[in-house]
T-cell receptor, first 118, second 116 residues
Framework: AQKVTQAQTEISVVEKEDVTLDCVYETRDTTYYLFWYKQPPSGELVFLIRRNSFDEQNEISGRYSWNFQKSTSSFNFTITASQVVDSAVYFCALSEASSGGGADGLTFGKGTHLIIQP | IAGITQAPTSQILAAGRRMTLRCTQDMRHNAMYWYRQDLGLGLRLIHYSNTAGTTGKGEVPDGYSVSRANTDDFPLTLASAVPSQTSVYFC???????????????FGPGTRLTVL
């Protein structure tokens, strides 16, 4: 069965510090997708990134970067020079392709609450 | 409307009452989903639908039912609400359930339900 673990329940850092959110996943499939979503205090879920299992290239988008390592089943998310607006709950999620891709939905981790203090 | 809308935004409900949460999308997405979000548990899939006319059970389907009469609407019904169904409910959609197609999920704003 697929599983996503976000071991960090809450992280608090001071503005401008770098912070890494960990995500470890379990799946028996060779084809799968990994996602990160942000949930700000307003409550909506904001898509950040999708990565498929065949693409291990790290990705950078502004202050955000993602490190995908199949060898350790991890898909970690780093925010560089954090800002107060980055304060949110961040979810890592997994979708397996064997059941038809997104057909059975996403398996979410329990989320990491990131607090950026001014 | 653009994207996914959910109604109501919030609701307080007496235990034992029937309640339908509404979800409508205007993106012509084939797949739709219902999740519940509980503190410390993340989001868990309740039911899903690959296409109009088909539905399937997710991780926590008990006490809930869904229907998919058309592409746009995917209502979630609680036949007889219980306090453990107090949660925030999110509806989501994605363009196509097949893995060959990018399957990002788009989420609605959520419905906060309290069952007393």
């Amino acid at each position: 069965a697929q599983k996503v673990t976000q071991a960090q329940t809450e992280i608090s850092v001071v503005e401008k510090e770098d912070v890494t959110l960990d995500c470890v996943y379990e799946t028996r499939d060779t084809t799968y997708y990994l996602f990160w979503y942000k949930q700000p205090p307003s409550g909506e879920l904001v898509f950040l990134i999708r990565r498929n299992s065949f693409d291990e290239q790290n990705e950078i988008s502004g202050r955000y970067s993602w490190n995908f390592q199949k060898s350790t089943s991890s898909f970690n998310f780093t925010i560089t020079a954090s800002q107060v607006v980055d304060s949110a709950v961040y979810f890592c999620a997994l979708s397996e392709a064997s059941s038809g891709g997104g057909a059975d939905g996403l398996t979410f981790g329990k989320g990491t609450h990131l607090i950026i203090q001014p | 409307i653009a994207g996914i809308t959910q109604a109501p935004t919030s609701q307080i409900l007496a235990a034992g009452r029937r309640m339908t949460l509404r979800c409508t999308q205007d993106m012509r997405h084939n797949a739709m989903y219902w999740y519940r979000q509980d503190l410390g548990l993340g989001l868990r899939l309740i039911h899903y639908s690959n296409t109009a006319g088909t539905t399937g059970k997710g991780e926590v389907p008990d006490g809930y039912s869904v229907s998919r009469a058309n592409t746009d609407d995917f209502p979630l019904t609680l036949a007889s609400a219980v306090p453990s169904q107090t949660s925030v409910y999110f509806c989501a959609s994605s363009p196509d359930p097949s893995y060959s197609i990018l399957n990002e999920q788009f989420f609605g704003p959520g419905t906060r339900l309290t069952v007393l």
